[in-house]
């Protein structure tokens, strides 16, 4: 019942008529009785947000201009949603203080100035962007976060209420983007006590989420806090293989994130042995059936099959961490493609 809390946070931010609070909410949620619990107030501005596709830096820039048209400087920025919403909410915060295109943002540290106020509440869990210094963004010619200190939300809401309905595969493929996190950061040359213990108490809560017989509602408690710490542990380490490569695989196809890293991450035994194997474990324990052929059957050009590999190549620092200096060595563009041919 925590959502219930949200007007009392934002009311420190409304010191006078002026100041309004923007709402960007997954559409998903417009019929739904959670509308009629968002505390808006006559001068506040909700947006639906369609997550259809992953967020686009021209969607973000368009929201930024929609919101500094027609309105005051907001408040607060609001994101009430999946993984998605909620990149979006801390990049439009940090779009509306500094001047440019939000594609020129995409990196580390390239952000000069704090962003307005930022309140994620989670509906959905696994990503960790309610707690990550990353907003993920689909440019005109990568996917990659604006990551900075400023990124990191100010303020967040854990309510497992809100979680409670979220239907599988969805539930099991986002889960699965936190459980692959903390293997990630668990494995690489980036580790150190904080991210270890934040992963490995993540990994606890995933293997009683998804492998004991536990009740719903408690299994949904602890999922939240799972996604939290997996969001910690690869903020303080960071990510490898597996998403190096779904990054690619999302560029090229559009495959959502959550789905993207179960398909790679199916095939990465050898990096991956302990994980991988649970992994199956848990697919089978929750009756998931990945979709198979996914690169084969779209039966891509080979200038999409390159661009695929080469999305995935350029984040040397994900390969870095996961496999050392000489990780070009490991990796070469040929090993990329026959492990995308097996998704
Ligand atoms: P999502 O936000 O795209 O939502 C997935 C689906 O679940 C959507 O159809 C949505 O409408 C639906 N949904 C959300 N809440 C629901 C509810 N309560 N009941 C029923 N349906 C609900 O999915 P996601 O996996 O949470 O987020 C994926 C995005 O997060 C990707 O764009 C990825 O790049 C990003 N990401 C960001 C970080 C970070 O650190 N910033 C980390 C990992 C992933
Ligand atoms: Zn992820």
Redesign the pocket.
């Known amino acids: 019942g925590s959502f219930n809390k949200l007007d009392a946070i934002l009311a420190p931010h409304r010191k006078t008529s002026e100041d309004y609070v923007v709402f960007l909410v997954?559409?998903?949620?417009e019929d739904?009785p959670?509308t009629q619990r968002i505390p808006s107030k006559w001068q506040d501005k909700v947006i639906w947000v369609n997550?259809?596709d992953?967020?686009t830096t021209l969607q973000t820039d368009a929201f930024t201009r929609e919101i500094l048209s027609v309105e005051r400087m907001p408040s607060v920025v609001v994101g009430i949603?999946?993984?998605?919403?909620?990149?979006y909410a801390?990049a439009v915060s940090l779009m509306l203080t500094n001047k440019g295109e939000s594609k020129d943002f995409q990196g580390l540290d390239l952000i000069q100035n704090q962003g307005v106020y930022c309140v994620v509440v989670?509906?959905?869990?696994?990503?960790?962007?309610e707690?990550?210094?990353?907003?993920?963004l689909?440019g005109p010619d990568k996917?990659l976060?604006i990551k900075c200190d400023f990124?990191v939300p100010d303020q967040l809401i854990l309510d497992p209420d809100?979680?409670?309905?979220?239907?599988n595969p969805?539930r099991f493929?986002?889960a699965m983007?936190c459980y692959i996190?903390n293997i990630e950061a668990l494995n690489g040359s980036l580790k150190n006590e904080f991210s270890i213990g934040y992963a490995e108490k993540s990994l606890d809560l995933c293997r009683e989420v998804f492998l004991d017989d536990i009740d719903r509602k408690i299994a949904d408690e602890k999922l939240m806090v799972a996604s939290y710490f997996g969001?910690l542990s690869?903020?303080y380490s960071m990510v490898g293989v597996c998403h190096a490569l779904s990054y690619g695989l999302?560029y090229v196809l559009h495959t959502?994130?959550?789905l993207a890293n179960c398909l790679v991450f199916n095939q990465l035994k050898e990096y991956y042995p302990k994980g991988v194997t649970r992994f199956h474990e848990m697919l089978q324990k929750q009756n998931i059936h990945l979709p198979t052929n996914v690169v084969k059957n779209a039966n891509l050009s080979d200038e999409q099959m390159e661009k695929m590999i080469k999305t995935a190549l350029d984040l040397d620092f994900m390969w870095y961490h996961a496999l050392g200096p000489d990780w070009k060595t490991k990796m070469t563009p040929e090993k990329a493609r026959e492990l995308y041919l097996k998704m």
Do not use: R
């Open positions: 997954d559409e998903f949620f739904e959670l997550v259809e992953e967020p949603g999946g993984g998605s919403v909620m990149d801390k989670p509906t959905i869990s696994g990503t960790g962007a707690v990550s210094m990353t907003a993920v689909t996917k976060g990124t809100l979680i409670e309905n979220v239907p969805q493929y986002t983007d996190h969001g690869l903020t999302s959502h994130h959550g």
